[in-house]
């Protein structure tokens, strides 16, 4: 009998251990935990295990007015006011799969003037923690793959060293755990890109397109930025304008990304002068 009661004890204490934890990282009562701490509505939740530890967390906006929203984090050991800033709809972020162990969240925010910031969070041990180099326009391609577009004033010149016009450029991250790394661009001669397969093809039809062509550089990642120029006469100022290149074994493709364009450059081009690497603002 004794044995009996003691089973049953162990049993219920079990059971009010899960029902504990389910209760408390469950969506409805984490989005309560926010509701008691602001009057704003809430606008969108983001829920996942995004700590790989079986108990999930939710990143949540919540909205005063319409140009005035406020993200939040919540979990069971947890709760935190994070950015309080205009959010903007991001394309194709949010929650945004590492792998089976770690899921970060990323949205874009507003920056001064034209520009923005991308706000990035990872979970570790159920509280959020801000990666402070995420720079603008943060999206994530796959798994450790993340691409970003900072701003830059570098597409045309003048001849007294004025430079304008506003450019984002694809530069592409991969994900350490805690933190991006870039990856750096190798600089390689015409006559290296010219022995892949389409390499000499591209180089001709940007030759053709009545650019020169500036330094190349080659990532580890495949991709190859090749950076073109030409003189405005008429206006005495030199157009800087750039190509991209996907490797893929020894072949060489191009990375389309205006299919209305009229040539390469209008195909493929961002605008402006890709670097080794791109300076990305710390925040916090």
């Given amino acids: 009998m004794k044995k009996g009661i003691l089973v049953m004890l162990i049993a219920a204490l079990i059971l009010g251990c899960y029902s504990t934890e389910v209760l408390a990282t469950s969506k409805k009562s984490l989005v309560k935990k926010v509701e008691n701490l602001t009057e704003d509505s809430i606008k969108n939740v983001f829920y996942a295990d995004y700590d790989g530890d079986g108990s999930k967390e939710a990143f949540i906006v919540t909205q005063e007015a319409e140009d005035k929203q406020t993200l939040w984090f919540a979990s069971s050991k947890q709760v935190k006011k994070l950015e309080t800033a205009v959010l903007v709809s991001n394309k194709k972020n949010g929650i ?169 450059i209008e195909k493929s081009g961002f605008g402006g002068i890709y670097k080794s690497t791109c300076t990305i603002t710390k925040r916090g």
């Fill in 96 to 264: 945004c799969r590492i792998n089976s162990k770690q899921k970060l969240f990323v949205i874009e925010g507003s920056g001064n003037g034209s520009g923005s910031w991308s706000y990035c969070y990872y979970v570790k041990q159920g509280k959020a923690h801000m990666v402070k180099k995420a720079s603008e326009n943060l999206s994530h391609l796959s798994g450790k793959e993340f691409v970003i577009y900072p701003s830059e004033f570098d597409s045309n010149c003048d001849s007294n060293g004025n430079w304008t016009g506003h450019t984002w450029k694809a530069y592409y991250l991969y994900w350490t755990g805690t933190s991006f790394k870039q990856y750096i661009g190798k600089e390689i001669s015409e006559s290296k890109l010219g022995s892949y397969k389409n390499g000499s093809k591209y180089l001709k039809q940007i030759k053709k397109a009545d650019y020169k062509i500036g330094k190349i550089f080659y990532r580890k990642n495949g991709i190859i930025n090749i950076n073109v120029y030409k003189k405005n006469k008429r206006w005495n100022y030199t157009d800087y304008n750039n190509v991209t290149l996907s490797k893929k074994g020894k072949k060489v493709v191009l990375k389309i990304y205006d299919k209305k364009g009229k040539n390469i």
